[in-house]
């Protein structure tokens, strides 16, 4: 670098010294950039080399950066660079620069095999099964302390969840729902009506809603609607660190996030489930009144094919189904990891996750419900 008297007051001289480099002056953001190219060319190299930074005024970061970088480069060149005479205050930045240099995440491991990555998909299988065992095992016993006590849930949090899943959801269930038994009652019309059994629109109709695609399709609508909501608020307050906040506070995540949820969605399914079938039988009548059929005849025909039975096995599956919808929603966003995608990616997660649970505990519905003759 140039003579010292040639530099301003405020600026950093890397000159050589008596026994290597001396460096002086104010190494900062500035300075350190000025003098960067030709620090580094005199840091390479092999061999032992002394740098002398006692004449240092100031350094901040980007100065230990410098600092930090010259020893990396005469250690790659096989060689070794000794700081001389390093102020306690510029050595107090410089092992925190260094610390946070070492602490920068390791290159990936190379290309695993076939058994390696069926290991640790297992392990992993393994651990996700074990968590939710866990999780299900305390959603129960809440569930059960609160039927014990009512006094442990906050029924003010469960009527505002119910109303925001609830009376929210109600127009476009509704909308879904008088489609849903529109579409139905023509579809099936196009094939009765090759056998002059038209009349049994409302059998079929009456049947499939009130056991089958009422509670489901409800079910499914408030999964997309309310348990990807429920995912992403607690998602939001884990990436927050609100969740463990509660916890280091002794307030239980399950009792105070989970359960007003949980019973929130088991009172609203049943509820938008007989909604959904009372839209579906309205629009299933609209079709049955322009085939110039009496409307008294088609709910007369519904009243001699539906059960007390088959409603109330469509009201249970509700039941079941709104414990599915929260759980899973909350599981998936206390399942949330670190990260501006996180909340995104537990909200797919809930509505997937949810969805395909939905449609296998319907099924194994069906089955019991045959094997009961119900």
């Not at 925190?96 to 990555?117: I, L």
């Not at 609160?146 to 269930?173: H, Q, S, T, W, Y």
Request: aromatic share 6%; glycine share 12%; proline share 4%.
């Amino acid at each position: 670098m140039a003579a010292a008297a040639s530099q301003p007051a405020a600026s950093a001289r890397l000159e050589p010294g008596p026994e290597g480099l001396r460096l002086s002056g104010h190494l900062d953001a500035a300075t350190a950039g000025e003098i960067w190219r030709d620090a580094m060319d005199r840091a390479r190299g092999a061999g032992p080399l002394v740098l002398d930074v006692s004449g240092l005024d100031s350094c901040d970061a980007a100065g230990a950066v410098l600092l930090v970088e010259m020893e990396r480069a005469r250690r790659q060149g096989g060689g070794r660079l000794e700081l001389r005479g390093l102020p306690s205050n510029v050595a107090e930045i410089l092992e925190m620069v260094a610390a946070g240099e070492s602490e920068a995440p390791a290159p990936e491991a190379g290309r695993r095999n076939f058994f390696e990555a069926l290991g640790s998909a297992s392990i992993d299988l393994l651990l996700g099964v074990r968590e939710t065992i866990a999780y299900v095992g305390a959603l129960t016993l809440g569930l059960l302390q609160v039927v014990r006590n009512p006094r442990l849930l906050r029924f003010k949090d469960v009527m505002l969840v119910a109303e925001r899943a609830g009376i929210g959801a109600v127009p476009i269930v509704a909308l879904i729902g008088f489609l849903l038994g529109l579409i139905l009652s023509f579809q099936s019309l196009i094939p009765m009506q090759r056998f002059g059994a038209e009349i049994f629109i409302a059998d079929l109709l009456g049947m499939s809603l009130l056991r089958e695609l009422g509670p489901l399709m409800a079910a499914i609508m408030l999964t997309a609607r309310s348990g990807s909501a429920f995912a992403a608020e607690i998602g939001t307050m884990k990436v927050n660190e609100e969740v463990d906040a509660l916890a280091t506070m002794g307030l239980e995540p399950m009792r105070f996030l989970i359960l007003p949820r949980v019973v929130a969605a088991i009172i609203v399914v049943p509820v938008l489930a007989m909604l959904m079938n009372a839209a579906g039988l309205a629009g299933g009548a609209v079709m049955f009144l322009t085939l110039d059929f009496p409307l008294n005849l088609y709910i007369s025909r519904i009243a001699e094919m539906v059960s007390v039975g088959d409603f109330l096995g469509g009201i249970f599956k509700g039941f079941v189904f709104g414990v599915i919808v929260a759980a899973v929603g909350c599981q998936r966003g206390l399942e949330t990891g670190k990260g501006a995608g996180a909340v995104g990616l537990s909200t797919t997660s809930a509505v997937v996750s949810g969805i395909t649970l939905i449609a296998v505990i319907d099924g194994i519905f069906a089955v019991v419900f045959y094997m009961l003759g119900i």
